[in-house]
């Protein structure tokens, strides 16, 4: 595990994204078929469930230990963008988790470092840092980074996982070398204002050439 920047609390491992290549046209499939009037990303069955636990047990043992809420969900998260799809925004994750993680299951080739590159920002929605993610890429941060994935001009799709972990008694910080304490917590240190995402034009294609029936 290593910290990526010292501008933001964002941390990065590296997992063996061939083992979860199997699940490709699944998760192809779902996002073919998912409506996107309700979010960004969409729900993937338990069939990802070996994937969420590898990300649980590499922040439990660099960040934890946690005590999980009974309001934590194993629930991964399909984030899939091409050339013909993307639906993007800046957002954070203060009302749904306390950690989170994007595993980058397959990142295509682009022309420029800023195609399916993920940028942070800060709370005047000014960009302050961008990361171009390879495949087998996890990267953990806190709830309040505010961030965005860029799209991918290819005929390839950029697939990513999205993850999250709520804890008790456990809070963002942005002090320190630990970007999250205990006791301590309180909204004012999480975050200054809390936003809804701001919605970017979608763009979608009826069917995709490596999903299955």
Not at 8 to 35: E, M, W
Not at 93 to 103: E, G, K, M, Q, Y
Not at 118 to 145: C, H, M, Q
Not at 171 to 188: K, L, N, Q
């Amino acid at each position: 595990m290593e910290r990526v920047t010292g501008i933001v609390p964002v941390y990065r491992c590296r997992l063996d994204a061939s083992v979860y290549t199997k699940f490709i046209p699944n998760i192809l499939r779902d996002h073919s078929r998912f409506g996107y009037e309700v979010g960004n990303s969409f729900p993937i069955a338990q069939y990802l469930d070996d994937l969420y636990q590898s990300f649980f047990d590499v922040a439990d043992r660099e960040f934890g230990p946690f005590e999980l809420s009974s309001r934590n969900i194993r629930t991964c998260w399909g984030y899939v963008t091409n050339k013909d799809f993307y639906k993007g925004g800046i957002h954070h994750h203060i009302r749904s988790s306390t950690l989170n993680a994007v595993f980058y299951l397959h990142v295509p080739e682009t022309t420029t470092d800023r195609e399916g590159s993920i940028s942070f920002y800060d709370d005047a929605r000014d960009e302050i840092f961008t990361y171009k993610p390879v495949t087998g890429d996890l990267l953990i941060f806190p709830n309040y980074l505010l961030h965005q994935p860029h799209q991918s001009f290819t005929d390839d799709f950029r697939i990513s996982i999205n993850m999250e972990i709520i804890a008790e008694g456990l809070r963002s910080d942005r002090s320190g070398s630990t970007p999250w304490v205990t006791s301590s917590w309180s909204p004012e240190r999480t975050c200054t204002h809390e936003r809804q995402p701001i919605e970017v034009p979608s763009y979608r294609v009826d069917s995709h050439p490596f999903s299955t029936p």
